[in-house]
């Protein structure tokens, strides 16, 4: 099959291919797994902090690519949630172990021996992918293939992250950069919450027009001061000055969400800059996301389906996921990156 690898961490700005195009054999599903063909995979900016080596994947070489959408071609021994046929979407979570007091208590998004797909195995960049059937979810029909692959990271954890945020409706929400993820909390506030007011940041001219059609109040400069206090921000930017910058906005007792696997080390000295009275006096939190439940997919896909959320897509062939992954650095971005794979 063909499929897309990473052989080595390696660095964007001087390695403008870092995945390279081979033939792979067809993986074979063991016990209780599905093997899946691929329709589409998403492209995440998780991807990014694979390649860099932020979050480095388990074992090299590695198929990345955590968005998968396709139908199940085969199934292994014991298999039987799915038929063969069935259209299935797989998501960042590929495993936990199901037995430590995370797992049993609903976190299993915490989990120790937590395995995510495209990182720890082998993932969706590729013709075929296998997956535990468990960790596997029926798509609702009123999405396209394109369509699905989005929502199943960039949707799921900015449903997890807007949760989180604790906002209520009539509220404020900022939102700190606007690629994928944002752009669809943004669809999910105005339905979940359509009396809240939307204001989102970003250092992109482009970005922030896009945010504005898709019908923020306001969108400004990532330094810039809001017209009103925001009562929750989530944060998807890979560095730390947003985050500094968007501290000033909060409403007393507000809370700041970071939707980000891991963040740039580059500019961490803007923390420095946070000034106690201004940025965090008076309640104010910063709170992390981490990882998904199955839950969470789920919930998400099934709310998702009801309002419809579309995402807004640019497609790519799978050959050219280098291309895709380099404009996602350089912050070309238009609503959610999907490979057509199949
Ligand atoms: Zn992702
Ligand atoms: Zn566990």
Redesign the pocket.
């Known amino acids: 099959m063909k499929a897309l690898i990473l052989n080595q961490i390696t660095n964007l700005a001087k390695n403008r291919s870092p995945l390279e195009l081979v033939d792979l054999p067809v993986p074979i599903p063991k016990d209780r797994e599905v093997l899946i063909k691929v329709s589409i995979c998403g492209v995440c900016h998780t991807e990014l902090d694979e390649i860099e080596g932020r979050t480095p994947p388990a074992k090299l070489p590695i198929v990345p690519g955590h968005q998968i959408v396709g139908r199940i071609e085969k199934q292994g021994k014991g298999a039987a949630r799915f038929n063969t046929g069935d259209r299935v979407g797989v998501a960042w979570i590929n495993s ?9 208590s609903g976190r ?1 998004n ?5 395995r995510a797909t495209g990182r720890d195995v082998d993932g969706g960049y590729a013709e075929y992918a296998v997956v535990p059937e468990a960790f596997a979810y029926a798509i609702p029909d009123v999405f396209t293939d394109a369509g699905a692959a989005p929502l199943l990271c960039a949707g799921a954890i900015g449903y997890r992250s807007l949760r989180l945020a604790n906002l209520r409706d009539g509220q404020n929400i900022g939102l700190t950069g606007f690629g994928a993820s944002a752009h669809l909390v943004l669809k999910m506030v105005k339905h979940q919450y359509p009396r809240a007011g939307i204001f989102v940041f970003s250092r992109t001219e482009k970005e922030r027009e896009f945010a504005l059609d898709l019908g923020a109040a306001w969108s400004g400069d990532t330094e810039d001061y809001s017209p009103e206090k925001l009562h929750a921000i989530i944060d998807t930017t890979p560095a730390w000055r947003p985050v500094y910058a968007a501290m000033k906005n909060l409403e007393k007792g507000g809370r700041l969400v970071i939707n980000a696997i891991r963040k740039e080390d580059r500019d961490k000295e803007a923390l420095l800059s946070l000034d106690y009275t201004r940025d965090l006096w008076m309640e104010k939190e910063i709170k992390s996301v981490a990882n998904i439940t199955r839950k969470d997919v789920e919930d998400f896909l099934t709310l998702a389906a009801a309002a419809p959320i579309i995402p807004e897509i640019e497609e790519y062939p799978l050959e050219e996921a280098n291309r895709a992954l380099l404009e996602l650095k350089d912050r070309k971005i238009r609503g959610a990156k999907v490979l057509k794979v199949g």
């Open positions: 936990a172990c199901g037995r430590c007091t995370y797992c049993t299993e915490l989990c120790d021996d937590f």
